[in-house]
């Protein structure tokens, strides 16, 4: 085994030992097979000739049966074990709505706000593959940082943000297809530093049920899910089927939350957009009713601030999720 191990140690590959390539390098032999495991950290190296190479060797020059080769990436490991899915006691919020231009992406920006005022350590993940504005509404305009491989989320106020936008790094269309998005994703689950104490996650799902939404319901089947729908009844159709597929693959639909509902004019409540979607939405669901927000312009653009209407119901919003999941 030893004298084995020191071969495959002294191997040389692209004029390269092994040793000196890989951190560690375990030696098995079992029924007359070499069983390797090859650990490595941020190298790169042709893995699929480096195992012809190797298999060759093993097999015919050194006589053995079979070999099994296999590459861990260190790197890879370490941020799986501490990746953000694997961590205990943390609350996982996708907010959807099924249909655009309901005001999805700003009930989740002010969302984070409103569990952060209430002390909760917040990530903010826009996964909105297709229409990215959580970079906009928090007016973020530094990339942070890409080191070996790894996303190092944008810091607003003690809020983790991370964003498509900072994986394409560009203002131009990008054409996602589906191994681009499940990478992305992946990306922001194994291969981005958030702080260690994150308590609730807060993932801006893209309009639809396709297979973004199909990716994260399967990543984390823990997941709560509030959907989004302004009055309006074509509004409130199409959110009610994001909230079916949800149902359907198990995931717990906390409640749904009216945007848009109404503009306060002179003491009374104008319905621009119609009146009775939320209410349809959680009859049909059998869900409940989160809250109504109003038509109100923002202090700082799109994110609600002290003396708002809508940031005490954000705030109310907020501690009724809390109240919900802990009873769960």
């Known amino acids: 085994m030893?004298?084995?191990?020191?071969?495959i140690i002294n191997y040389q590959f692209d004029k390269v030992k092994l040793g000196h390539l890989f951190k560690e390098i375990i030696v098995?032999?079992?029924d007359d097979k070499v069983y390797l495991d090859l650990k490595y950290e941020k190298k790169d190296f042709d893995q699929l000739l480096l195992k012809k190479e190797l298999l060759k060797y093993l097999k015919v020059e050194l006589k053995y049966q079979g070999a099994k080769i296999n590459f861990i990436d260190l790197v890879k490991e370490d941020l799986d074990k501490s990746s953000i899915?694997?961590?205990?006691?943390?609350?996982?919020?996708i907010v959807a709505s099924g249909k655009g231009g309901v005001g999805k992406s700003n009930v989740a920006a002010n969302m984070a706000l409103a569990f952060k005022e209430l002390n909760y350590k917040v990530a903010l993940v826009d996964a909105d593959i297709y229409g990215s504005s959580i970079p906009h509404i928090f007016n973020i305009d530094a990339y942070p940082p890409i080191v070996d491989g790894v996303l190092f989320p944008y810091n607003y106020d003690g809020i983790d943000i991370v964003s498509v936008d900072f994986l394409t790094r560009s203002t131009l269309p990008v054409i996602w297809r589906g191994p681009m998005l499940n990478q992305a994703l992946n990306h922001f689950f194994y291969f981005t530093k958030y702080q260690d104490d994150i308590?609730?996650?807060i993932i801006d799902m893209p309009p639809g049920t396709g297979d973004v939404a199909l990716d994260i319901f399967q990543m984390m089947p823990k997941a709560k899910q509030i959907i989004v729908t302004t009055p309006h009844h074509d509004?409130?159709?199409?959110?009610i089927k994001a909230g079916l597929m949800a149902q359907k693959m198990n995931l717990d639909v906390l409640g749904?939350?009216?945007?848009m509902s109404y503009y306060q004019y002179e003491n009374k409540k104008l319905n621009i957009f119609g009146v009775g979607g939320g209410d349809m939405v959680a009859n049909v669901l059998n869900i409940s009713l989160l809250g109504k927000l109003e038509i109100e312009v923002g202090l700082n653009g799109s994110l609600y601030e002290k003396g708002q209407?809508?940031?005490d119901k954000y705030l109310d919003i907020a501690q009724n999720i809390i109240d919900k999941t802990s009873e769960k």
């Open 2 to 7: 030893e004298e084995l191990k020191k071969k």
């Open 235 to 239: 509004a409130a159709n199409i959110a």
């Open 28 to 30: 098995e032999i079992k």
């Open 309 to 311: 209407h809508n940031y």
């Open 85 to 93: 899915l694997n961590k205990d006691n943390i609350l996982y919020l």
């Open 256 to 259: 749904i939350i009216e945007n």
């Open 199 to 201: 308590e609730i996650v």
